[in-house]
């Protein structure tokens, strides 16, 4: 009988979460053979009951980070992981976009569009899971010009972002 559990195959990857050295989740990525059809995932949480749930995700196609979109939708410790310009929880992106807001009427620090800016910025997108994109010059702008964009991290670094000690294990 096939297991239900992507670990007992071999994966490419895998991932423990830890909060406060406390286990979160754990997450597996599963590759196809040949490396071109679907990758497989797979995240064991426990909810508030503290019973075990299993999330899977896959993604296949080519041309583009299948391990990424195959986390996309996660949800750990009441955050949503997003794949590329992906959507994450409505609290966070409320959050990001006021910061981006903020950043466009020239009301933060200035934030230069070489190395991804300056590190006040760049640690208030963090905080948040986030990173800047799209610098824009605009001589009208008390900086110069302005990022004109801000996206979630993506996959696990997301996590990091967030204060989570996320180890590979695999």
């Not at 070489?114 to 986030?130: D, L």
Request: aromatic residues 8%.
């Amino acid at each position: 009988m096939a297991s239900k559990y992507l670990s007992d195959d071999i994966p490419a990857r895998a991932w423990v979460v830890l909060k406060k050295g406390k286990l979160v989740a754990k997450i597996v990525v599963k590759y196809p053979k040949d490396g071109a059809g679907v990758v497989r995932a797979q995240c064991e949480t426990r909810n508030e009951k503290g019973e075990y749930e299993l999330q899977n995700g896959k993604a296949g196609g080519y041309g583009y980070d299948k391990t990424t979109a195959a986390l996309a939708g996660f949800w750990i410790d009441g955050h949503r992981l997003a794949d590329h310009c992906g959507q994450v929880e409505p609290e966070a992106m409320d959050k990001a976009a006021r910061l981006l807001k903020q950043h466009m009427a020239g009301k933060l620090p200035k934030l230069p569009h070489c190395n991804g800016g300056s590190t006040e910025m760049r640690e208030a997108a963090e905080k948040i899971g986030f990173r800047w994109s799209n610098w824009r010059s605009d001589e009208n702008h008390p900086h110069g010009g302005c990022y004109t964009s801000i996206y979630p991290e993506t996959g696990v670094e997301r996590l990091s972002c967030l204060g989570y000690t996320v180890i590979q294990v695999l």
